[in-house]
C-alpha cells in the first residue's frame, strides 16, 4: 500500500494537478539530480507521505501528492543553496505554491472528514433512538 496508493488518483482534476506538477517540478528534479537522483526523491518522498498520511488519518491515501511534496522540497533547497532561481521558479514563488497547496489539501480533507463525521454521527443517533438507547 505504501507505493501503490501514489498511482491511484480519486478524480481527473486529482489526476491533472499532479500531473501539471510532476511536468513542473519533477523536470526540474531530473535536470539537477539526474535521473536516479530523481527516482529516490520521489518514491523516498511518496513513500514516506504514505506512512505520514497512514500515521495522522489512519485510512487509506491516493495520489502522488507526496512524493510531488518531495520533489517540491529538493527544488526547494537547491534554490536556497544556490541563492538564484532555478529555471525561471524563485525561492519565494515555489515556497509560497507548497504552503498554499498544503493548506488547500488540509482543508479538503477538514471538510471530508465533517461530512462522513455528520453522516455518521447522524445514522449513530438514529440507531441509538430506535433501540431505545438514547435517553432525552
Known amino acids: 500500500r505504501l507505493i501503490t496508493y501514489m498511482f491511484i488518483h480519486s478524480g481527473w482534476e486529482h489526476i491533472a494537478f499532479n500531473c501539471i506538477s510532476l511536468y513542473i517540478y519533477g523536470t526540474r528534479t531530473e535536470k539537477y539530480f539526474g535521473k536516479a537522483g530523481f527516482f529516490v526523491i520521489y518514491f523516498l518522498s511518496g513513500i514516506l507521505g504514505g ?51 498544503i493548506g488547500m489539501g488540509m482543508m479538503t480533507a477538514f471538510r471530508a472528514y465533517r461530512r462522513f463525521y455528520r453522516r455518521n454521527n447522524n445514522r ?13
Open 51 to 101: 506512512i505520514l498520511s497512514a500515521a495522522l488519518n489512519g485510512g487509506y491515501a491516493v495520489g502522488a501528492s507526496g512524493a510531488i511534496f518531495g520533489l517540491i522540497g529538493a527544488v526547494l533547497i537547491l534554490s536556497k543553496m544556490k541563492h538564484r532561481n532555478i529555471d525561471g521558479l524563485g525561492y519565494m514563488t515555489m515556497l509560497i505554491i507548497a504552503v498554499s497547496s
Open 124 to 136: 449513530l443517533r438514529s440507531l441509538q433512538t430506535e433501540k431505545g438507547i438514547m435517553r432525552i
